[in-house]
Each structure stands twice: as structure tokens, then as C-alpha cells.
């Protein structure tokens, strides 16, 4: 089945760096696009950022210039991994951050409006102190 995995979450420093890592199998589904949500105590979830199949990627206005998507496709098994690089961390930044996928049946179910996630993980931590 459809599994995302996040790994990578800390207490880091304010101005330190984090690297989260999602482990994403998408089983006999076409990926449409995947990204990092994160969702603060209190706040709504927001998108961090997102790398649909051809490549355009799409940050938040707060972490623009900070954090990098990335994703690394594995052809021989189908499985992909995807990464978030944190640089210069902000104490606004902790939160718990999501791995999510748009994944369909076939690329012409693919959003044509933009990336909606389909599918999720189940988070993992990130604390920045001050």
C-alpha cells in the first residue's frame, strides 16, 4: 500500500539547520507532486513547500530563501524519497511537519491547478528555541 514516512525532526537552535527525509512508496500509483506541510500548536496546517512530477517547485513566502525541496526517484523500486533542507531555523519554524503526495491512478488525474495532496504522513517534530 501507499506509505510515507518522515524522519529527521529535532530541538535544534535558532539559526541552526535540519534536514527532514520522507520515505514515500507510492505502490502502482502515478506521482503527481509532493511536498512538506506543517502545522504549528494552535494554527492551521499550511503548505512549506512543493515539487510537482516536472520538477516546478513552490515555497511559502516564510521559508522562501531558508528551505530547499528535493526529491531523489528510485526507478528499480518504485520508491521515491523526498527531503526538506532547513537552514537558519526560526523559532516561528517549530511545528509539526507533514510529508504529503498526490498520487493518482494515472498522470492525467494529475491536478491541473496545482498540488493537492492525496496522501500523508504521520509527522514528525521540529522545535526551534530562541
Known amino acids: 500500500q501507499v506509505k510515507l514516512e518522515e524522519s529527521g525532526g529535532d530541538s535544534v537552535q535558532a539559526g541552526g539547520s535540519l534536514k527532514l527525509t520522507c520515505a514515500a512508496s507510492?505502490?502502482?500509483?502515478?506521482?503527481?507532486?509532493m511536498g512538506w506541510y506543517r502545522q504549528a500548536s494552535g494554527k492551521e496546517r499550511e503548505l512549506v513547500a512543493s515539487i510537482k512530477n516536472d520538477g516546478d517547485t513552490i515555497y511559502s513566502k516564510s521559508v522562501k530563501g531558508r528551505f530547499t525541496i528535493s526529491e531523489n526517484n528510485d526507478k528499480s523500486n518504485a520508491k521515491s524519497t523526498l527531503y526538506l533542507q532547513m537552514t537558519d531555523l526560526e523559532s516561528d519554524d517549530t511545528a509539526i511537519y507533514y510529508c504529503?503526495?498526490?498520487?493518482?491512478?494515472?498522470?492525467?488525474?494529475?491536478?491541473?491547478?496545482?498540488?493537492?495532496?492525496?496522501?500523508w504522513g504521520q509527522g514528525t517534530q521540529v522545535t526551534v528555541s530562541a
Open positions: 507510492p505502490y502502482m500509483l502515478t506521482t503527481c507532486g
Open positions: 504529503a503526495a498526490e498520487y493518482r491512478m494515472i498522470a492525467d488525474y494529475c491536478s491541473v491547478t496545482g498540488f493537492e495532496p492525496n496522501f
